[in-house]
């Protein structure tokens, strides 16, 4: 059976969500009903769901998370460690067994960024990786950066830098705040990578 | 069995007393129906009585020539698992009461396996998204975050998040299928 009109990927996710009108699901659903291409596909979409997820529960994904989504997982059992640091502040941290989720909140003062990206630097500030344009609005007073924390679980003592940036109107980089963590290894596992 | 009958065909044979037609209807729309299952109720046991349940009625209903256009089974069938989802969702009761009359032979789970996902290569195409598009996926993926939720928090209009979600969704499955 080939499906001649194909629902699109996202519309099946955004059904599988319950993020369609009433009168879009009405429509999906007799389809579905009689397709099984899409049927197929649905079910694609609902084992990606149910992998993101997955990812999310267990921390392993390096990116900006809201309030929101941090209380939800408190909520529902996952433990959150969380380190708020000041502009141009430091902390000493560190990651359990028992934690799944790590967070190092940056304060910041975004008033006027139109673009902000983080700079994740060593010791010596040289960046190693960035995360470019990263989802915050200029209201905001504080970034919550979620590390993998699997990467973290097996990380050497060390200090990372981060670095907020922004760009003026020339195109300039221009430093909105520095954060340090001193990263101590409290579980078991070679001294260096 | 001729699998190749049309729905119409199907219902018209049902009507005539054909079990080899019912066989086939159930083999047919079981998997469609538990999807929708899966989709209400959240759950896969449920979803399984779900199907039970809107396939006894419907088998019911073709049996006695109730469907007065055939051509309409499927949108029957919708109707149908909608008013079980309520039922379901009021009370559990009555399934046991009709699996007495029917008997379970012919309500064995249907066939309904999920496709593989590799994991490994979904954490790195996750992690290969733009930064807006990933939090965006994982914030709504996980716990099934409002749109509200995750537009307040990026500061965008509902429309727009829906942009950034779609993108998001076309490139992870492009990275999955290793297009990207």
Redesign the interface.
């Known amino acids: 059976m080939n499906c001649m009109n194909p629902i ?3 519309v099946l ?7 369609l009108s009433s009168s879009e699901e009405d429509a999906l ?2 389809h ?3 397709c ?1 291409d899409c ?2 596909r ?3 979409m ?12 267990e921390g ?7 309030d ?2 941090l209380q ?2 408190a909520e ?1 059992g996952v433990k959150v460690r969380e380190y708020l640091v000041p502009v141009g502040g430091s902390v000493e941290c560190t990651v359990t067994a028992e934690d799944n989720i790590l967070i190092g909140r940056l304060t910041a003062n975004l008033a006027g960024a139109d673009r902000v990206d983080i700079c994740i630097c060593n010791e010596n500030g040289v960046e190693q990786l960035r ?9 905001t007073t504080s970034i919550a950066c979620q590390e993998s924390i699997r990467i973290m679980k097996a990380a050497p003592s060390s200090k990372m830098i981060m670095k907020l940036v922004t760009f003026d109107d020339k195109g300039s980089e221009q430093t909105l705040g520095e954060y340090a963590f001193n990263h101590t290894r409290s579980m078991p596992g070679p001294g260096a990578w | 069995m001729n699998i190749e009958l049309n729905d119409v065909e199907l219902v018209l044979q049902i009507g005539a007393g054909d079990h080899a037609a019912e066989a086939e209807l159930f083999r047919r729309m079981a998997p469609r129906i538990r999807l929708y299952g899966l989709r209400h109720l959240r759950n896969e046991s449920a979803a399984e009585d779900l199907t039970q349940m809107v396939m006894i009625t419907t088998l019911e209903s073709l049996r006695a020539r109730r469907l007065r256009e055939p051509e309409k089974l499927a949108a029957f069938v919708l109707g149908t698992c909608r008013m079980t989802v309520m039922d379901l969702r009021r009370s559990t009761q009555r399934k046991e009461r009709i699996l007495e009359k029917f008997g379970t032979d012919l309500l064995k789970p249907a066939s309904f396996s999920m496709p593989p996902l590799d994991h490994d290569r979904l954490e790195r195409c996750v992690q290969n998204l733009r930064e807006r598009e990933r939090s965006v996926v994982v914030m709504t993926f996980y716990d099934e975050q409002t749109g509200a939720d995750v537009a307040n928090f990026l500061g965008v209009s509902e429309p727009n998040l829906r942009v950034i979600r779609h993108r998001a969704i076309h490139d992870l499955r492009k990275c999955m299928e290793g297009a990207a």
Do not use: C, N, T
Request: hydrophobic share 50%; charged share 25%; glycine share 8%.
């Open positions: 699109d990927a996202a996710a955004d059904y599988w969500l319950a993020l659903e007799l579905l009903l009689d099984d049927g197929q649905l079910r694609e609902i084992v990606l769901a149910d992998g993101v997820r997955k990812l999310a529960r392993s994904v390096r990116m900006i998370v809201s929101v989504f939800r997982a529902g995360m470019p344009d990263i989802p915050v609005h200029s209201g």
